[in-house]
């Protein structure tokens, strides 16, 4: 079956503009994840959804990032005034709650350039 | 917050060596998962320890979790060129992962 989607596959803005990140998960995974990923680092936590609410929001580094999943399925990943220290890869993870299939599975990416 | 150490950070082997990679945290965990991330590519799950002193082996690698459930390796016996990319731990708080830096394995075939 389709895995995890993510659009667009890369993003360049510029310094001081709002980007909009989308996820699209597997379909029937509850569960909804988000991670920004620096160059050599591993993912480091952001949000996560649990069918339309935000269960847990910690990771969010400040309030220029805002997370929505308005209908429990496409999750889209917000930005306002980018800046240069915003880019990264943003991945994000859905995954099945209450089974005994512990993984998160993530999707491609979306690699974010701020100028 | 909870941290997961991870060493080494970078390994270079000859293809049929052997590799490990080690996580340790200062807290106990409940569980740990194991992830791999070849170049260009995304996180994969490879497997979850969630016991005291469990051993898991999955063909040429081998998974543990240490007595105290604070430490895990990943061993990799007689590596080949398609086991080449980074390995992570990553350490299960609720739900979200909290994931180690991560050894890039880089191998000479």
């Known amino acids: 079956g389709a895995g995890v989607s993510q659009t667009p596959s890369n993003k360049v803005t510029e310094k001081g503009k709002y980007v909009e990140l989308r996820c699209d998960p597997i379909?029937?995974?509850?569960?909804l994840y988000w991670y920004r990923q620096s160059l050599g680092q591993g993912p480091e936590f952001l949000i996560y959804?649990?069918?339309?609410?935000?269960?847990?929001d910690s990771g969010l580094p400040n309030d220029r990032f805002f997370a929505v999943r308005p209908e429990g399925s496409v999750s889209t990943l917000k930005i306002q005034r980018t800046e240069r220290g915003d880019s990264a890869v943003y991945l994000c993870a859905s995954s099945l709650i209450g089974t005994s299939s512990p993984e998160q599975y993530f999707g491609p990416g979306t690699r974010l350039t701020v100028t | 917050g909870q941290q997961v150490m991870q060493i080494p950070q970078y390994q270079h082997v000859q293809e049929g060596e052997d590799f490990t990679t080690y996580c340790n945290s200062s807290?106990?965990?409940?569980?740990i998962q194991w992830y791999k991330q070849r170049p260009g590519g995304h996180p994969v799950f490879l497997i979850q320890?969630?016991?005291?002193?469990e051993v898991k082996k999955q063909k040429r690698l081998t998974f543990q979790f240490g007595e105290a459930k604070k430490n895990s390796s990943l061993h990799i016996t007689a590596t080949q060129t398609t086991d080449v990319g980074t390995y992570f731990c990553a350490a299960q708080g609720a739900q979200k992962l909290v994931f180690g830096q991560g050894t890039r394995l880089t191998i000479n075939p």
């Open positions: 807290t106990t965990l409940s569980n």
């Open positions: 959804f649990q069918g339309t609410g935000a269960a847990d």
């Open positions: 320890l969630v016991k005291s002193g």
């Open positions: 379909s029937g995974h509850t569960a």
